[in-house]
């Protein structure tokens, strides 16, 4: 029995150290606003033209952050909205205008919003008509007395606070639909070879392209955000980890600000956001090492793939994955940016 805890153990620093490793980026320090745009094609599948508007749109999104929060009273929640609502308006990303659909031919999109000073925290869930979910999330936030609404509920509450509301077929695009087709003749087949197995499994990570964004304001005050579209052939009402406070999204000022992507059931089940932020707030673990911990040292062996970006107190700006392709960027106070698809 010995032996096997202290293989055991042996195993899950190595898994740690090799986390380390994969997610192999720099830290960077002085970050105000952190973004990522899920998973995508590995870096030597994407074309130069993709490659050009993906970075586009997230110094776009970034920026937008950042002029949000340079205002006399602008704050970390408002970088993080802004900057989200930017990527929820491009069709490059599983969020808003982008998002993928369920296994009936609808959009059903989810998003949360949570700042670090006091907990305070918002989502929706099964939106099908708010034309940036983030927006609502904060809505719900800062407008009621509760923490998620769901489906005609949300959408109600948006429409009542004066958010933009659109008709479903604005969140049609044709790659998502071809995806969804695709998918449809995935399901159709009934071999049971490891090469399907692979196949489902590339289909699934194409379609994560989740959306989240971590600020530092000039208070000092931490904000996390994530917008999904959830999985493309998901059931009609499946919920995955965007919306939930603790696995998606969190924030807190004395330990960081997560926001994750990935197989949302294990984010769920792990708790992944919140364990990774009480890692460094209660054990006093670098943030970068926590999330590594997570990750990798505990995700995996689970099962589940996925990833996060994280932001410190101290505004120090990392991610890690435990698989291929996660983008992200970030902008410091001086105003340089950042930009990392897959591994670069």
């Known amino acids: ?36 745009g899920g998973f995508g094609p590995n870096r030597e599948e994407i074309k130069p033209e993709e490659e050009k508007q993906f970075r586009a749109v997230f110094e776009q999104a970034l920026r937008a952050g950042r002029d949000a929060m340079s205002k006399p009273d602008g704050t970390s929640l408002d970088g993080v909205e802004a900057a989200i609502r930017v990527m929820e ?21 989810d998003a949360s919003i949570m700042e670090g000073k006091s907990l305070r925290a918002g989502s929706v869930a099964g939106v099908t008509i708010i034309k940036n979910p983030i927006s609502a999330a904060r809505v719900v936030m ?29 969140f049609w695009t044709e790659r998502r639909w071809k995806q969804l087709q695709d998918r449809l003749l995935e399901e159709q087949k009934k071999s049971g070879k490891t090469s399907e197995a ?36 998901k059931m009609s009402g499946r919920v995955g980890d965007s919306p939930i406070i603790g696995a998606g999204t969190y924030a807190d000022n004395e330990g960081g600000a997560v926001s994750a992507t990935g197989h949302g059931e294990y984010f769920i089940r792990y708790a ?30 689970a099962g589940g793939e996925g990833g996060v970006i994280v932001l410190s107190p101290k505004g120090q700006f990392s991610s890690s994955s435990n698989t291929d392709g996660m983008y992200r960027a970030c902008i410091s106070t001086d105003g340089k940016i950042r930009v990392v698809l897959d591994r670069e």
């Open 89 to 109: 308006d491009s069709p490059l990303f599983n969020a808003g205008r982008g998002a993928v659909f369920t296994r009936d031919g609808k959009n059903e999109m």
């Open 198 to 233: 692979d196949s489902q499994r590339k289909l699934r990570r194409a379609e994560w392209g989740t959306v989240g964004a971590v600020a530092r304001d000039k208070n000092g005050n931490l904000a996390a955000g994530t917008s999904t579209g959830g999985t493309s052939f």
């Open 272 to 301: 992944v956001a919140h364990d990774i932020v009480v890692r460094a707030k209660y054990r006093g673990t670098a943030l970068p090492q926590a999330a590594d911990e997570v990750i990798v040292g505990r995700l995996k062996p």
């Open 142 to 170: 800062e407008r009621t007395p509760h923490v998620l609404f769901v489906g005609r509920g949300a959408e109600l509450v948006a429409t009542r606070e004066g958010l933009d509301i659109v008709d479903p077929s604005y």
């Open 1 to 36: 029995m010995r032996t096997g805890f202290i293989a055991a153990t042996v195993a899950a620093w190595m898994g740690i150290v090799a986390g380390s490793v994969l997610s192999a980026e720099p830290i960077v320090d002085g970050v105000v606003l952190g973004v990522h």
